[in-house]
């Protein structure tokens, strides 16, 4: 805890009690844009934050972030058949090259997207993931059980598709089905308002959760290369220090930035997927606040006195060297109440959903089909492994495992969740795009068989999304339709 020796004075001279404070009962309670702007005075920098307040809007979005991702996937498909694929083909394979001392290292730009930058979004995964552990409906894992074994149907059921339709890949591409985008399904479940009831979002969200746990094992255990025992001990010591530090109650983001660089330089060269350094360092971030939160109130009532005490309001701002001391100290401390994880949430989400996935989006859609038998595509058991596993094994996985809980009484559905809404989240299940990329450039050597893969995951995605809305709306008209011929019978 920060500490300052100040004189305390009285609470809320006269100058505090001229002020006409706004009512915040008045005040939305999910909006308080007005209270915040109250304070400001000029009028250029009440428009830029009611701006940056509508940016705030757009970016939290996750329709928004899932329509992004899905323009850059689309937008991909076009220049991956048009006159500028070569270009776009040699900028992916540019080499980044960096010199350290005599450590030099290059990757190709593509490489550092998919390894790199992806570990970041990993990280947003991992960060995630213990706030559901936290806080979340992981925290109760009788209430988490029922969605997290449907997950445990909609890996299985893909896989065994999979591997049915391609018994001499069995280890390879198997997981390319598995993986849900939990982007990408909420934002298009979010299309379906309140035909989706919110219990039904977060049973889905749980699952997909789940989902995002098992794909990072399945990634963590399979689709590494040969291990490098030294890089592996490296990796371990570099663990061992992020837990030193969050065991010494570190609460400022910047030393585990540089261990988590640190780790992914590592695991980069162990042989063990890169980008699972974000999950490993998010497990590491501190989840708490190093504030006594029960005392704030408290606190802040003394140094709101003794701002109100040092301030004059006939002199210049540079003047009161006080006041802006004082001000600048609760500001500090006041940083010090978001924990950790959160800040590194905040500092990294919009990054994540608008830059990094989008590119990751734009460079793993390039599917050239110019002078390529689509027949040809169309009849490889990848392909069909790959679509049929995701758009028949998910809904199927999901909703039979569903199924057999609640009818031997393990579990029961939650609240206004009926089986038409389970059926839409199997159907939404079948929406794998990052997890199922990522995997696909992992599992096969042969681009061509990449490029089948690539098709499956992007017509499957598009299926699955088509069919999950369409279902919905034919299903609530029905009903609907049933509800008024019972009423007029009545």
């Given at each position: 805890?920060?500490?300052?020796?100040?004189?305390?004075?009285?609470?809320?001279?006269?100058?505090?009690?001229?002020?006409?404070?706004?009512?915040?009962?008045?005040?939305?309670?999910?909006?308080?844009?007005?209270?915040?702007?109250?304070?400001?005075?000029?009028?250029?920098?009440?428009?830029?934050?009611?701006?940056?307040?509508?940016?705030?809007?757009?970016?939290?979005?996750?329709?928004?972030?899932?329509?992004?991702?899905?323009?850059?996937?689309?937008?991909?498909?076009?220049?991956?058949?048009?006159?500028?694929?070569?270009l776009v083909e040699r900028i992916l394979e540019a080499e980044i090259s960096f010199t350290l001392g005599s450590i030099r290292g290059a990757i190709s730009f593509e490489g550092f997207v998919n390894d790199g930058l992806m570990a970041i979004f990993f990280l947003l995964?991992?960060?995630?993931?213990?706030?559901?552990?936290?806080?979340?409906?992981?925290?109760?894992?009788?209430?988490?059980?029922?969605?997290?074994?449907?997950?445990?149907?909609?890996?299985?059921?893909?896989?065994?598709?999979?591997?049915?339709?391609?018994?001499?890949?069995?280890?390879?591409?198997?997981?390319?089905?598995?993986?849900?985008?939990?982007?990408?399904?909420?934002?298009?479940?979010?299309?379906?308002?309140?035909?989706?009831?919110?219990?039904?979002?977060?049973?889905?969200?749980?699952?997909?959760?789940?989902?995002?746990?098992?794909?990072?094992?399945?990634?963590?255990?399979?689709?590494?290369?040969?291990?490098?025992?030294?890089?592996?001990?490296?990796?371990?010591?570099?663990?061992?220090?992020?837990?030193?530090?969050?065991?010494?109650?570190?609460?400022?983001?910047?030393?585990?930035?540089?261990?988590?660089?640190?780790?992914?330089?590592?695991?980069?060269?162990?042989?063990?997927?890169?980008?699972?350094?974000?999950?490993?360092?998010?497990?590491?971030?501190?989840?708490?606040?190093?504030?006594?939160?029960?005392?704030?109130?408290?606190?802040?009532?003394?140094?709101?006195?003794?701002?109100?005490?040092?301030?004059?309001?006939?002199?210049?701002?540079?003047?009161?060297?006080?006041?802006?001391?004082?001000?600048?100290?609760?500001?500090?401390?006041?940083?010090?109440?978001?924990?950790?994880?959160?800040?590194?949430?905040?500092?990294?989400?919009?990054?994540?959903?608008?830059?990094?996935?989008?590119?990751?989006?734009?460079?793993?859609?390039?599917?050239?089909?110019?002078?390529?038998?689509?027949?040809?595509?169309?009849?490889?058991?990848?392909?069909?492994?790959?679509?049929?596993?995701?758009?028949?094994?998910?809904?199927?996985?999901?909703?039979?495992?569903?199924?057999?809980?609640?009818?031997?009484?393990?579990?029961?559905?939650?609240?206004?969740?009926?089986?038409?809404?389970?059926?839409?989240?199997?159907?939404?299940?079948?929406?794998?795009?990052?997890?199922?990329?990522?995997?696909?450039?992992?599992?096969?050597?042969?681009?061509?068989?990449?490029?089948?893969?690539?098709?499956?995951?992007?017509?499957?995605?598009?299926?699955?999304?088509?069919?999950?809305?369409?279902?919905?709306?034919?299903?609530?008209?029905?009903?609907?339709?049933?509800?008024?011929?019972?009423?007029?019978?009545?």
């Amino acid at each position: 805890m920060l500490n300052k020796t100040k004189r305390h004075t009285p609470l809320f001279g006269s100058a505090q009690e001229e002020l006409e404070v706004p009512d915040v009962s008045e005040l939305e309670a999910n909006d308080m844009t007005g209270m915040r702007l109250f304070i400001f005075d000029e009028p250029a920098v009440i428009r830029r934050l009611e701006q940056r307040s509508l940016f705030e809007d757009i970016t939290s979005n996750g329709t928004v972030a899932a329509a992004t991702m899905v323009l850059a996937a689309i937008l991909a498909v076009i220049v991956a058949n048009s006159p500028a694929y070569e270009l776009v083909e040699r900028i992916l394979e540019a080499e980044i090259s960096f010199t350290l001392g005599s450590i030099r290292g290059a990757i190709s730009f593509e490489g550092f997207v998919n390894d790199g930058l992806m570990a970041i979004f990993f990280l947003l995964v991992g960060i995630e993931l213990k706030y559901e552990m936290k806080v979340g409906q992981l925290r109760r894992p009788r209430q988490a059980a029922l969605p997290m074994l449907a997950a445990v149907g909609g890996v299985v059921v893909p896989a065994l598709i999979f591997i049915v339709l391609n018994p001499h890949d069995t280890d390879s591409g198997w997981a390319i089905p598995i993986a849900t985008d939990i982007a990408f399904a909420l934002g298009v479940m979010s299309l379906l308002g309140n035909r989706i009831a919110p219990e039904t979002k977060v049973f889905f969200q749980t699952l997909a959760i789940a989902d995002d746990i098992l794909a990072i094992v399945v990634l963590a255990l399979f689709y590494g290369q040969t291990p490098n025992i030294a890089w592996c001990g490296a990796s371990l010591a570099v663990i061992v220090v992020l837990a030193m530090i969050n065991g010494a109650h570190v609460y400022s983001l910047k030393p585990y930035a540089i261990a988590g660089v640190a780790l992914w330089v590592c695991m980069y060269n162990s042989g063990i997927h890169a980008t699972l350094a974000g999950v490993i360092l998010a497990f590491f971030l501190p989840a708490q606040t190093e504030v006594r939160l029960s005392a704030l109130h408290d606190w802040l009532d003394v140094w709101a006195s003794e701002l109100d005490d040092t301030y004059d309001d006939e002199a210049h701002v540079l003047g009161q060297h006080d006041f802006t001391d004082d001000a600048n100290f609760v500001e500090r401390v006041m940083h010090h109440v978001t924990p950790p994880l959160h800040r590194a949430e905040r500092d990294i989400s919009v990054v994540v959903n608008f830059v990094i996935l989008p590119l990751f989006a734009f460079i793993n859609a390039q599917v050239r089909l110019v002078g390529v038998d689509i027949g040809t595509i169309l009849s490889n058991t990848v392909t069909q492994g790959a679509f049929f596993g995701a758009v028949i094994g998910k809904p199927l996985g999901i909703i039979s495992v569903t199924f057999l809980l609640v009818r031997i009484g393990f579990a029961r559905l939650p609240r206004h969740v009926d089986w038409m809404q389970v059926t839409a989240v199997g159907i939404m299940g079948g929406l794998g795009f990052t997890m199922s990329i990522l995997i696909a450039g992992l599992a096969f050597p042969d681009p061509g068989l990449v490029m089948a893969a690539k098709c499956a995951i992007l017509v499957g995605s598009v299926t699955s999304a088509t069919l999950g809305i369409v279902y919905v709306n034919v299903a609530c008209a029905l009903r609907d339709a049933r509800s008024g011929d019972d009423s007029s019978g009545a």
